[in-house]
């Protein structure tokens, strides 16, 4: 969950897909809903993922509310879930992500940013699943 399921929340659900087993139910959301990011297609192409466009989504928008952990990239987003959950038995963890889109330059240097909160996704959900 980030807060506006346009960037570092649709880089997560990807790669957790690929890592982690087909049983595991995953769905990225935000707060609000934001446009896509075409730099995001861009650094999953080159880590092999499917670059089809992510279709931003709310908490209200998914099919499932029941979660047993959620996963909050930005404290935005944090304090949303902890509210959310205040009466749920629900496991909310922060993992605090830099926001790409506040890289400027050029081309090569925002991609770099972009593939900085890929990799630093994968080595968390690598390091919290064991996988």
């Not at 861009?42 to 047993?68: C, I, M, Q, S, W």
């Not at 930005?74 to 506040?102: C, F, G, K, N, Q």
Request: glycine share 4%; with cysteine; charged share 30%.
């Amino acid at each position: 969950m980030c807060r506006m399921n346009a960037v570092r929340s649709p880089i997560a659900e990807a790669e957790a897909r690929r890592m982690l087993p087909a049983t595991v139910y995953i769905a990225s959301a935000g707060i609000r809903r934001g446009e896509p990011d075409p730099f995001v297609d861009a650094v999953l192409a080159e880590d092999g993922l499917p670059t089809e466009r992510h279709r931003a989504k709310t908490l209200d928008d998914l099919e499932d509310d029941y979660f047993d952990l959620i996963v909050t990239l930005a404290p935005e987003a944090h304090h949303a879930a902890l509210e959310l959950t205040r009466s749920m038995a629900v496991d909310v963890e922060y993992w605090p992500t830099p926001d790409p889109t506040t890289a400027t330059g050029t081309r090569e240097q925002i991609m770099a940013a972009y593939r900085d909160v890929r990799e630093r996704l994968k080595t968390r959900i690598s390091a919290r699943f064991g996988v």
